[in-house]
Nanobody, 119 residues
Framework: QVAESGGGLVQAGGSLRLSCAASGSISSINAMGWYRQAPGRQRELVATIPSDGSTNYGDSVKGRFTISRDNAKNTVYLQMNSLKPEDTAIYYC???????????????WGQGTQVTVSS
């Protein structure tokens, strides 16, 4: 299971921090990441962070958002600064998890958390 928290309503220029925790019988987690989907648009990459801690960002959030992870807690975070109205979307967490006793890695998605930025 993967569950997000931390969404909400914020004014333009403000900040929010999203969290996502993976739970269950976890052997290992490869990449974790954040994606978002605005009304009428396709889901897009926000940021990803593989197990080695390197990071990758979508062009629209570079310099404003920071992704990090706590491997001990199976948790990934997204610090969002200088938010803009166009950042309004449902934000989804994804985690590539190998369960105990399995040799396969599956991508698990959270239910999503709404982020709304008012102008």
């Amino acid at each position: 299971q993967v569950a997000e928290s931390g969404g909400g309503l914020v004014q333009a220029g403000g900040s929010l921090r999203l969290s996502c925790a993976a739970s269950g019988s976890i052997s290992s987690i490869n990449a974790m990441g954040w994606y978002r989907q605005a009304p009428g648009r396709q889901r897009e990459l926000v940021a990803t962070i593989p197990s080695d801690g390197s990071t990758n960002y979508g062009d629209s959030v570079k310099g404003r958002f920071t992704i990090s992870r706590d491997n001990a807690k199976n948790t990934v975070y997204l610090q969002m600064n200088s938010l803009k109205p166009e950042d309004t979307a449902i934000y989804y967490c994804a985690a590539d998890i190998r369960r105990l006793g399995s040799r396969f890695v599956y991508r698990y998605w959270g239910q999503g958390t709404q982020v709304t930025v008012s102008s």
